[in-house]
């Protein structure tokens, strides 16, 4: 099968599942991965699969980085490993790393392609609309690739040309998501994410306080950790919620609660240096385990569920909405069951990773 070099700057973070799942499941090319250095958070997620690391090949895989950045012929054994398996193209993720891809694919002859997901084409201080910087990029890129219609709009005001945009969804393996859905017993939310502005949680507590008489059993479970984790902790015992903040979980532990949960509840917002939800990978997760979602408007996470039909959404902020459609998710089962039929229908029709991967090949083709 011909190769196809999926490249991270670090190969791979704990939280980017499905980066190496993409490549996993291509149907007709096998996966190279390719990078600088080893990211020892996310190694076990490429297990089996055939890895090219610049810190393999080099004493001084830094300034060999530096040197292949600035065209110096730095990294020239690695090079030649890669281009031993004859890859048709090469695959980036993120823009920071399709910039470093760019540059490899020129002295390997190949396409290059970059997916763009989020924080890396919304924020203010990334891809400046306008740069010179980000004219050469976009001028030397074969294909972009937005994981949502809302990033696809970010990329062309950020000087992204038309001809070479896409959008394509990426998909999950629904094969793991296929535990029966048995909720607690008694009322429950669960929140997954960073816990940093974008994620929003401060306005889930506020929320909880709200609903605090109304619902005096309810609780609700954190997953992940952050730099507002002492200020969301202070909130909760001001407040005396009932919240359990569990810090990090595996991808195993995370699917164990979404099945469990009553709401998925993260109510991401755009942060104040522009970061925003590109599409968001639990949320199809909470709905692929039939678990109803209850968000705000915000990014492309509109695009991952279906408002009225598998999710309950409010204005960006608007803490009233947001206890309220918690609490008319608790108060009515069947709706809650109704929805989350409805979630799972919904990612099997539109983020079924094997489709999804099928189509990614059919951009790949535009390339050969």
Not at 198 to 224: D, V
Not at 258 to 265: D, G, T
Request: with cysteine.
């Amino acid at each position: 099968m011909t190769a196809i070099a999926i490249f991270r700057k670090r190969l791979l973070s704990y939280s980017e599942t499905f980066i190496a799942d993409q490549g996993r499941f291509l149907p007709s090319y096998r996966p190279l991965f390719c990078g600088y250095h080893r990211d020892s958070s996310g190694l076990q997620l490429l297990d089996g699969c055939n890895r090219i690391l610049l810190d393999d090949y080099s004493s001084a895989s830094t300034l060999s980085k530096l040197m292949l950045r600035y065209g110096l012929g730095g990294g020239k054994r690695w090079l030649a490993a890669i281009a031993r398996e004859n890859p048709a193209l090469i695959h980036a993720h993120f823009f920071n790393d399709g910039i470093d891809a760019v540059r490899i694919a020129r002295r390997l002859a190949i396409p290059a392609v970059t997916t763009v997901h989020g924080h890396d084409i919304t924020k203010h201080e990334n891809a400046r609309s306008g740069s010179s910087h980000n004219r050469h990029f976009f001028a030397q890129i074969d294909r972009v690739i937005a994981v949502s219609d809302f990033i696809a709009e970010q990329a062309l005001a950020k000087g992204c040309p038309a001809n070479k945009l896409v959008q394509h969804y990426i998909g999950i393996d629904l094969e793991k998501f296929n535990q029966p859905k048995l909720e607690s017993e008694q009322p429950s939310l669960l929140f997954v994410g960073r816990l940093v502005e974008k994620k929003g949680c401060t306005y889930l507590l506020q929320a909880m306080a709200q609903l605090k008489q109304r619902f005096p059993e309810l609780q609700l479970t954190i997953i992940g950790s952050g730099d507002l984790e002492t200020e969301l902790r202070r909130e909760a015992a001001k407040w005396k919620l009932n919240v359990v903040f569990a810090g990090t979980a595996s991808a195993t532990e995370i699917r164990e609660q979404l099945a469990r949960s009553w709401l998925f509840v993260a109510p991401s917002v755009t942060a104040h240096d522009g970061d925003a939800e590109g599409l968001g990978m639990v949320f199809l997760e909470a709905q692929a385990l039939q678990t109803p979602v209850v968000s705000f408007r915000s990014g492309g996470l509109v695009e991952a569920v279906e408002e009225g039909v598998t999710a309950l959404l409010s204005e960006e902020k608007d803490v009233a909405g947001l206890a309220e459609n918690i609490a008319t998710l608790l108060e009515k089962s069947s709706l809650r069951q109704q929805m989350g039929r409805a979630g799972r229908e919904r990612v099997e029709q539109h983020f079924d990773l094997r489709k999804q991967c099928a189509k990614l090949e059919s951009i790949y083709a535009t390339l050969s």
